[in-house]
């Protein structure tokens, strides 16, 4: 693992980034996968193959670099609605990518979460899911959320419905309903809300990635496509998002 001093001082770093404020939590949506491979005669699956290189490397850089959080978009509620062939290729890139997870990032700490409706998935996969999570949980590196059978919408209707419930039994008076409590119903409880996030390929939508949390991060769109996504589209992203002025409703 490089120390800071050494990849901030790389020459090769166009991005003078400052190491004191990055951001704490970064959310990805990697999206362009299809594109990159339709682009070069390849099937959609090749895409999805290149993208979780991708992932990985990205993955060891953000820990590398210091960041605490990477949540990362790779599977919403919405996907179901891809041919069948296309969702097999996706979960089975997933096992995979969850099975070699000691191997590939062995020596970095990474701790890895799954966040989504992970019930719904196929039981190796969600077997595996807790392998790797009961592994990885005393880490002290990066946090990585894998959002998995994610989406935002269910994740609230799921806060309220367990918010709803303790109303119901007298648990709970509805005057004492507030914003914490349903952040602390959500999949990502106890993880600080995103103060970036980055989508690639162009698309400019949040298509149902943390809804909830997402109230005062600073998007940043790249027309790159995810599988060729490298580390100096990160630095650019970590250094516009340095230039910014967040006001969360302030002057
Ligand atoms: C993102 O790439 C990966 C997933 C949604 C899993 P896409 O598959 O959406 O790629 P495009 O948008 O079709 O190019
Ligand atoms: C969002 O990308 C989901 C993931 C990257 C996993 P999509 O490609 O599915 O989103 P839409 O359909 O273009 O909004
Ligand atoms: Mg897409």
Redesign the pocket.
């Known amino acids: 693992m490089l120390p800071f001093s050494k990849l901030f001082k790389n020459k090769k770093n166009e991005y003078n980034l400052d190491k004191d404020r990055l951001p704490v939590h970064i959310a990805i949506?990697?999206?362009?996968?299809?594109?990159?491979?339709?682009s070069r005669g390849l099937p959609?699956s090749a895409?999805?193959k290149e993208?979780s290189k991708t992932l990985k490397n990205i993955v060891i850089y953000s820990n590398n670099i210091g960041v605490k959080y990477l949540t990362v978009?790779?599977?919403?509620t919405e996907?179901w609605r891809?041919p069948q062939d296309?969702v097999e290729a996706?979960m089975s890139l997933l096992l995979g990518f969850l099975k070699n997870a000691e191997k590939e990032l062995r020596g970095t700490e990474v701790k890895i979460r799954v966040i989504g409706n992970v019930k719904a998935l196929a039981g190796d996969l969600q077997s595996e899911i807790n392998r790797v999570e009961k592994l990885t949980q005393n880490n002290k590196g990066l946090c990585l959320n894998i959002a998995l059978n994610y989406g935002g919408r269910d994740e609230i209707i799921s806060s309220v419905k367990k918010i709803a419930k303790e109303v119901a039994e007298g648990k709970l008076g509805i005057e004492s309903i507030d914003g914490n409590m349903i952040s602390n119903k959500l999949y990502t409880a106890g993880i600080p809300d995103p103060d970036l996030l980055i989508r690639t390929?162009g698309?400019q939508r949040s298509s149902n990635f943390l809804l909830w949390q997402t109230a005062y991060t600073e998007y940043w769109y790249t027309d790159v496509?995810?599988p060729d996504f490298r580390q100096k589209n990160m630095d650019e992203a970590i250094y516009n998002f340095q230039k910014r002025n967040r006001r969360f409703g302030g002057v």
Do not use: C, Q, T
């Open positions: 949506i990697p999206d362009g996968n299809g594109r990159w491979a339709k959609r895409g999805h993208g978009y790779v599977f919403s996907n891809r296309e996706l390929s698309e496509l995810w």
